[in-house]
Nanobody, 127 residues
Framework: VQLQASGGGLVQPGGSLRLSCAAS????????IGWFRQAPGKEREAVSC????????YYVDSVKGRFAISRDIDKNTVYLQMNSLEPEDTAVYYC?????????????????????WGKGTQVTVSS
């Protein structure tokens, strides 16, 4: 199982970025995949998650209406479209998965943990 996150960069407040997470060794069609972030000096925070069998994607309250998670099954890739970026969104963003049966809410709230993590991609929102 491998995950490769990319797409980070420097963007001005109000701008947009799209992060990609390319997966290999398993199918995105079957398991939950989530985005997390960690800002300097802060704990890691769950951001968003997609699982095919969930009713809808999961978003942490602070990104609802601004971020959107999607996937391309043919490319086995998950995307995080981030709009209206704020300085508070500055962090290293990671994608992760767990080859288990938990739903996104369980992984995002910490009831379950994800076992496979990609290297992060830095997102900096600054003028």
């Amino acid at each position: 199982v491998q995950l490769q996150a990319s797409g980070g960069g420097l963007v001005q407040p109000g701008g947009s970025l799209r992060l990609s997470c390319a997966a290999s060794g398993f199918s995105l069609d079957r398991y939950a995949i989530g985005w997390f972030r960690q800002a300097p000096g802060k704990e890691r925070e769950a951001v968003s998650c997609f699982r095919n069998s969930d009713v809808s994607p999961y978003y942490v309250d602070s990104v609802k209406g601004r971020f959107a998670i999607s996937r391309d099954i043919d490319k086995n890739t998950v995307y995080l479209q981030m709009n209206s970026l704020e300085p508070e969104d500055t962090a290293v963003y990671y994608c992760a998965t767990d080859l288990g049966v938990g739903d996104c809410r369980s992984y995002m709230t910490g009831s379950l943990s994800m076992d496979y993590w990609g290297k992060g991609t830095q997102v900096t929102v600054s003028s």
